[in-house]
């Protein structure tokens, strides 16, 4: 998940940044006093201000308090809004276009991008949970846009964390039941016990050569060290090929999604 690849009007505004907040809050507090500056004189009262003038001027000046309150203080220690640009994640999360994706071959009838509020307090005052769905920044890396290491960059991700620090992580085939059908496929083994999974889209496939990481052999995760992965385990760039996740490159946990209004839920 990349918050910056989508150009709809709602990742704009999540993606502005604090000297751009700044300096729309200067703009509209200018605006603010030129309109107060608009006098509409009556009888005894010659230093009246225009009632028109005075409107905006309190709309400006509510637009200034609650973009500081958001931007400048909510969105940077407590909750900020990202959005789901690919399928990594899904059927947790839904990230498709409508049409046939010829990378993935997944093919969809309707276009749907949730959009989620994380929580960038909880991870001040607690250790993440297996379990938890937590937005990241990724290590350059991790990129797997770019092979070259140049053009590389920390893209910010969400996934599923499978492994917390001591936790010993393997990948590989067994008997998996998902949906009520069992089949032999690749599952995650956590401490030597086989992880049940309802969550993930479909059973994991052959693991390619690039996943290098749990799935030979058994990954033993150091102190400081998280293991991810997608949902969508077929199609997801995740620790299995990249590696182990730094503790201190946890954003925050995902809680919420809030658009579209037919998918509104928590998340678990």
Do not use: C
Not at 29 to 36: E, K, W, Y
Not at 111 to 135: A, C, M, W
Not at 226 to 235: E, T
Not at 253 to 262: G, H, L, Q, S, V
């Amino acid at each position: 998940m990349t918050p910056t690849s989508d150009t709809g009007v709602g990742e704009i505004f999540a993606s502005l940044s604090v000297g751009m907040i700044t300096l729309i809050a200067l703009v509209l507090t200018m605006l603010r006093v030129m309109l107060l500056s608009f006098k509409a004189p009556r009888p005894g009262k010659p230093n009246e201000v225009h009632p028109m003038a005075r409107g905006i001027a309190e709309i400006l000046e509510s637009l200034v308090i609650a973009g500081i309150l958001v931007f400048l203080i909510i969105r940077p220690f407590f909750v900020q809004a990202f959005f789901i640009p690919s399928e990594s994640m899904e059927n947790t999360l839904l990230g498709h276009d409508a049409g046939s994706n010829k990378f993935t071959g997944s093919n969809h009838t309707d276009t749907v991008h949730d959009h989620i509020f994380v929580n960038k307090l909880i991870y001040r005052y607690s250790e993440p949970q297996r379990g938890d769905i937590i937005v990241f920044r990724a290590p350059a890396y991790a990129d797997a846009e770019h092979s070259d290491p140049a053009e590389q960059k920390e893209n910010v991700l969400i996934k599923r964390l499978i492994g917390i620090p001591g936790d010993r992580i393997q990948v590989k085939e067994a008997q998996v039941t998902l949906n009520g059908q069992t089949t032999m496929a690749h599952a995650v083994f956590r401490n030597g016990v086989q992880l049940v999974e309802p969550y993930i889209k479909e059973p994991m496939g052959d693991q390619p050569p690039s996943a290098k990481y749990a799935v030979s052999s058994e990954l033993v995760l150091k102190p400081g060290q998280l293991f991810v992965m997608g949902d969508n385990r077929n199609d997801s760039n995740d620790s299995r090929y990249w590696g182990p996740l730094d503790r201190d490159r946890v954003i925050g946990k995902a809680n919420f999604i809030f658009f579209p209004f037919n998918r509104i839920r928590v998340l678990h």
